[in-house]
């Protein structure tokens, strides 16, 4: 009987692929990485046949890795970068253009036209989220109104819209299954936060056609089998899916209301399980769905950072100060603190809570003897700093103290930063061994789904690497947190002369 579960983690610089055990125990890893590009300023685009290539030398190499053969992979879960956008045609399943990333920026313009006219409190109200060029609605109307021919092939429901989960189980299932869940759907401005379904008025409001749009299916449970793939034999059953944020929430059991999880990745994302009535956001933050497992909901609020893990990525290939990621908490350290200088990493625009687009990074304090080790420190900084801010609206939103804050992701194995984002939030930070809670949390999925786990036993597949507490003065604290919020004036009132 097959005993496997795989877990597919497509993510923004590149997938990953584990096979775990039901025990929890990660028998084979494999990381591809994903080209990103960049056809204009504020663009960020990915190739699909280059995603769909990365996920099968990612399945491969774990499943080699692991030692067995394919046909012991039990069930399979996806965890994918979320708001990412493409379009593919229907008889084919060839798509018409790149994949919109959730970074790019080019639907700015048609953000701001639709908030000057008085419609984010009703996206708010009835989505969870806030106007923004982040999420997937404006993308879907640009790829439908900039590719040729496409927005009438819409209309006659030739063509199909998906999120990069919506996309690989497309492919998965060689064309069958046209669904995503409601974690996905929950970040596309088009979705009803109570009711789970397509919403008229946003589908109305942001130009998308209800013919494009997938079936909204659970996080758990059967939603297709493998035919056709490839590098997978027939009839393996996916049954989990979660955006790479929920699937890190769920991966690291924040099963209790109240549970908070930061993942840093390409950006840094904080979310805290809400419990099964939605909580509106009152603080920048944003509303959205956690999972739905066995028809019930759980909601969590969400801050998201732009630029977390890409500032180091910037330091080291826009700079070359590093040569690798890894180096910047060694640079960091021959400097004990950043001698006054700030980094604001707001190189695509500030996300939550602030929510200004037009914003920009922004260095300050710079002096004669600033060397790179001080800049090293202040980025690092600077990216707990902002998951200060999204913490800080998030205890606000919800009315309660935060006692313990779970991290993972790839730049939680920094230990600096680590130990920084507990003395400024205030709070103890908590590592676990495996940082990989986005796939773990899809393999979990999975497993629930194929009704081979519970919660419970989910639960115990997370295990704990180490707790940080905080160690600084509320003095100190304070002082740090008065030089963020100053610099973080300066970023955004640089871009229209104004003070905030």
Same mark, same amino acid.
Request: proline share 3%; glycine share 8%.
């Given at each position: 009987m097959p005993k496997h579960l795989l877990a597919i983690d497509q993510g923004t610089t590149g997938t990953t692929a584990l096979v775990v055990t039901l025990e929890g125990e990660t028998l084979g890893k494999k990381s591809v990485e994903l080209p990103q590009h960049f056809p204009m300023p504020g663009w960020v685009e990915h190739e699909p046949e280059e995603v769909w290539t990365s996920v099968g030398a990612a399945v491969g190499g774990a499943i080699a890795e692991a030692g067995i053969d394919a046909s012991e992979v039990a069930a399979i879960g996806i965890t994918n970068q979320r708001e990412t956008t493409l379009l593919w045609d229907r008889k084919t399943g060839r798509p018409i253009a790149n994949a919109i990333v959730w970074q790019d920026r080019r639907t700015s313009g048609v953000c701001e036209t639709l908030k000057a006219s008085g419609a984010e409190?009703?996206?708010?109200?009835?989505?969870?989220?806030?106007?923004?060029?982040?999420?997937?609605?404006?993308?879907?109307?640009?790829?439908?109104?900039?590719?040729?021919?496409?927005?009438?092939?819409?209309?006659?429901?030739?063509?199909?819209?998906?999120?990069?989960?919506t996309?690989?189980?497309?492919?998965?299932?060689?064309?069958?299954?046209?669904?995503?869940?409601?974690?996905?759907?929950?970040?596309?401005?088009?979705?009803?936060?109570?009711?789970?379904?397509?919403?008229?008025?946003?589908?109305?409001?942001?130009?998308?056609?209800?013919?494009?749009?997938?079936?909204?299916?659970?996080s758990a449970g059967l939603i297709g089998s493998t035919k056709g793939a490839g590098f997978l034999p027939d009839g393996i059953p996916i049954t989990g899916i979660a955006g790479d944020q929920q699937a890190a929430l769920f991966g690291q059991a924040c099963f209790a209301e109240g549970?908070?999880?930061?993942?840093?990745?390409?950006?840094?994302?904080?979310?805290?399980?809400?419990?099964?009535?939605?909580?509106?956001?009152?603080?920048?933050?944003?509303?959205?769905?956690?999972?739905?497992?066995?028809?019930?909901?759980?909601?969590?609020?969400?801050?998201?950072?732009?630029?977390?893990? #890409?500032?180091?990525?910037?330091?080291?290939? !826009? @700079?070359?100060?590093?040569? %690798? +990621? &890894?180096?910047?908490?060694? /640079?960091? =350290?021959?400097c004990t603190s950043s001698e006054g200088v700030a980094f604001v990493p707001a190189l695509a625009g500030l996300g939550a809570p602030y929510w200004d687009q037009d914003a920009r990074g922004l260095i300050t304090g710079i002096t004669r003897g600033?060397?790179?080790?001080?800049?090293?420190?202040?980025?690092?900084?600077?990216?707990?700093?902002?998951?200060?801010?999204?913490?800080?609206?998030?205890?606000?939103?919800?009315?309660?103290?935060?006692?313990?804050?779970?991290?993972?992701?790839?730049?939680?194995?920094?230990?600096?930063?680590?130990?920084?984002?507990?003395?400024?939030?205030?709070?103890?930070?908590?590592?676990?061994?495996?940082?990989?809670?986005?796939?773990?949390?899809? #393999?979990?999925?999975?497993?629930?789904?194929? !009704? @081979?786990?519970?919660?419970? %036993? +989910? &639960?115990?597949?997370?295990? /704990?690497? =180490?707790?940080?507490?905080?160690?600084?003065?509320?003095?100190?604290?304070?002082?740090?947190?008065?030089?963020?919020q100053e610099a973080v004036r300066r970023t955004r009132s640089s871009h229209d002369g104004k003070a905030r």
């Open positions: 409190p009703a996206v708010r109200e009835k989505t969870g989220l806030v106007i923004d060029a982040y999420f997937s609605g404006t993308k879907i109307a640009w790829l439908l109104d900039h590719v040729d021919g496409a927005r009438a092939r819409a209309e006659r429901g030739g063509l199909a819209f998906g999120t990069i989960d996309f690989l189980v497309h492919r998965l299932t060689s064309g069958a299954v046209h669904a995503t869940d409601v974690t996905n759907a929950s970040r596309t401005l088009l979705m009803d936060l109570a009711t789970l379904a397509w919403d008229e008025a946003m589908l109305e409001m942001f130009r998308v056609p209800r013919a494009v749009l997938p079936t909204i299916v659970p549970d908070v999880k930061c993942t840093y990745g390409t950006g840094a994302f904080a979310l805290m399980n809400v419990g099964t009535t939605p909580t509106k956001s009152r603080h920048g933050l944003v509303t959205t769905v956690a999972w739905q497992i066995d028809g019930k909901v759980t909601y969590a609020l969400e801050g998201s950072a732009f630029i977390a893990g #890409a500032a180091v990525q910037w330091l080291r290939d !826009g @700079l070359g100060i590093i040569r %690798t +990621a &890894a180096e910047i908490e060694t /640079l960091a =350290r021959k600033t060397t790179t080790a001080h800049l090293a420190r202040a980025t690092l900084e600077g990216i707990a700093f902002e998951v200060w801010d999204l913490v800080h609206a998030m205890i606000a939103d919800a009315g309660r103290p935060l006692n313990v804050m779970k991290i993972d992701g790839g730049a939680s194995k920094n230990d600096l930063l680590a130990q920084f984002q507990a003395d400024v939030a205030s709070v103890e930070v908590v590592r676990p061994t495996e940082i990989e809670s986005t796939g773990r949390g899809a #393999a979990m999925l999975a497993g629930v789904g194929a !009704g @081979l786990s519970d919660l419970a %036993t +989910a &639960a115990r597949m997370v295990k /704990l690497d =180490r707790a940080f507490r905080p160690e600084i003065s509320s003095s100190d604290r304070a002082a740090h947190l008065q030089r963020w």
